[in-house]
């Protein structure tokens, strides 16, 4: 599994990638991105970061986690 920095590395990538198509486009754009291609531990981890406080996340990708883990079920269970 991945670390905490790591995953948010990758989500703060994938914000970056997004960023050009401004707001309204960037959230549900990384949003969609996570949920299509993250496996359900990289979801667990990054929305227990979340809840941790959510450290180093760009302001996009933070909104962006924070729409999916309320639309989202994730299994507790590997």
Do not use: C
């Amino acid at each position: 599994m991945s670390s905490p920095d790591r995953l948010v590395y990758m989500a703060n990538q994938i914000g970056t990638f997004f960023r050009s198509q401004g707001h309204d486009k960037a959230v549900p754009g990384i949003a969609d991105h996570i949920k299509k291609f993250w496996d359900p531990r990289m979801k667990r981890a990054i929305f227990a970061h979340l809840d941790a406080g959510g450290a180093g996340l760009e302001p996009n990708v933070l909104e962006a986690l924070t729409s999916l883990k309320q639309t989202t079920p994730v299994p507790t269970t590997p």
